[in-house]
């Protein structure tokens, strides 16, 4: 018997675009991580697994653009629940590990500047593509192709994908 146990899957790492994106998806994920494995009472005891899997359906259909369930707040934008409720745990998280303030605060802020704009990499590329077939008049594929080498010139930048422009 005892707790059950528990696996978390951890994809947030290889979403960068960017090293600094990257850095900064690690930040939000282990802090949050430390201070939901250390809560008195556990999301999981709070959230049924119903729920935690349309979260999951929701979230990879919809990406930025979802509506999530959260305990004590119910159903609300991801970008919102972000910005009020998950940053601040992560920040505490973050603290708990003993990240520098200054630390902190630039990498997370990479995640609330996303929340704010409403670009990530996913929008950023729908965005581009979009605007390459409309002002462009490109085909779906020559758009596809310009966006990815307009992707990697970004990428290696390092600027974070909310600073993107989106170009046609």
């Known amino acids: 018997a005892g707790e059950p146990h528990l696996r978390v899957e951890n994809r947030v790492l290889p979403a960068g675009p960017t090293v600094a994106a990257t850095a900064a998806n690690a930040a939000f994920y282990y802090g949050l ?3 939901l494995a250390e809560d008195e009472r556990p999301i999981w005891s709070r959230m ?3 729920a935690a899997d349309e979260n999951f359906h929701a979230a990879a259909k919809r990406g930025i653009d979802a509506m999530l369930f959260w305990p004590g707040a119910g159903e609300v934008p991801a970008a919102e629940l972000v ?3 998950l940053l601040p745990l992560a920040d505490e998280g973050l603290q ?4 520098a303030p200054e630390v902190r605060t630039r990498l997370l802020g990479i995640i609330e500047a996303r929340c704010l704009t409403g ?3 996913a929008a950023w590329q729908v965005a581009t593509v979009h605007q390459l077939q409309e002002k462009r008049r490109l085909t779906r594929p020559d758009a596809l192709r310009a966006m990815a080498l307009r992707y990697a010139e970004h990428m290696h930048t390092n600027e974070p994908v909310h600073t993107w422009p989106v170009e046609g």
Do not use: I
């Not at 708990?96 to 990240?99: K, L, Q, S």
């Open 96 to 99: 708990r590990w003993d990240v």
């Open 83 to 85: 910005l009020r409720r």
């Open 48 to 50: 049924s697994f119903g």
């Open 33 to 35: 991580v430390r201070v």
């Open 119 to 121: 670009q990530n990499g």
